[in-house]
């Protein structure tokens, strides 16, 4: 089976500062891993996935991920925090080769200050 | 046209209702899937349908009944809740179940459903 964990139930950041929402997994064969948002009263959208092919990967809004075997991480980073990014990040793990039925942590509730 | 719609955007229902949710995607996906989500808490997956035809269900109470009617319309019937039930009620899609298949899935905004 496999799981993540997300450090922190809340991140709080200034405006242009660098936002880092860590994401550790827990599989016992090559995992697939992903982010979503939710802005609030909305969806989940999908901010990037890792597949297996390059450990860095860029999303949308700017926001990026690296997978680290080794650490067993997939930590998502900013350069710079807009206000518009406040909201709910969840971090995913499903099985490479696997069906797309992501499990998800708990969230990471992202906080941007003026 | 990258949209998942659903309907109605609010619920509210008595314990004795009958009420339905609709999920409509024009991708071409064939998976779709119904989520739901209580505050502050990450999704629950309930249900996810391959082609059309049930492949998931996890252990979902019977009050709760899918229906995928077609490739692009997913429905979830409601039957005799309780306020335990009130939640938001999220579909998505994907262009198949497997990862190695599918870019990426899709979300709607979700129906915030209110049991009385």
């Known amino acids: 089976a496999q799981s993540v964990t997300q450090l922190g139930s809340h991140v709080s950041v200034s405006e242009g500062a660098l936002v880092l929402l860590r994401c550790n997994y827990s599989?016992?064969?090559?995992?697939?891993l992903f982010w979503y948002v939710q802005y609030p009263n909305q969806g989940l959208q999908l901010l990037l996935k890792?597949?297996?092919?390059?450990?860095l990967v860029k999303g949308i809004n700017g926001f990026e991920a690296e997978f680290k075997k080794s650490e067993t991480s997939f930590h998502l980073t900013k350069p710079s925090a807009h206000m518009s990014d406040a909201a709910e990040y969840f971090c995913?793990?499903?099985?490479?080769?696997?069906?797309?039925?992501?499990?998800f942590g708990r969230g990471t509730s992202l906080i941007v200050h003026p | 046209d990258t949209e998942v719609t659903q309907t109605p955007k609010h619920l509210v229902m008595g314990m004795t209702n009958k009420k339905s949710l609709k999920c409509e995607q024009h991708?071409?996906?064939?998976?779709m899937y119904w989520y739901k989500q209580k505050a502050k808490k990450p999704p629950e997956l309930m249900f996810v349908?391959?082609?059309?035809?049930?492949?998931i269900n996890e252990s979902v109470p019977s009050r709760f009944s899918p229906e995928c009617p077609n490739s692009s319309l997913l429905n979830l019937h409601l039957h005799a809740l309780q306020p335990e039930d009130s939640a938001l009620y999220l579909c998505?899609?994907?262009?198949?179940?497997?990862?190695?298949?599918?870019?990426?899935?899709?979300f709607g905004p979700g129906t915030r459903l209110t049991v009385l």
């Open positions: 349908y391959s082609y059309e035809k049930l492949s």
């Open positions: 995913a793990v499903s099985v490479a080769g696997g069906s797309y039925i992501p499990t």
């Open positions: 998505a899609s994907s262009q198949d179940v497997r990862v190695d298949l599918t870019d990426t899935q899709y």
């Open positions: 599989s016992s064969v090559p995992p697939y």
């Open positions: 890792y597949t297996s092919a390059a450990t």
């Open positions: 991708m071409g996906h064939r998976a």
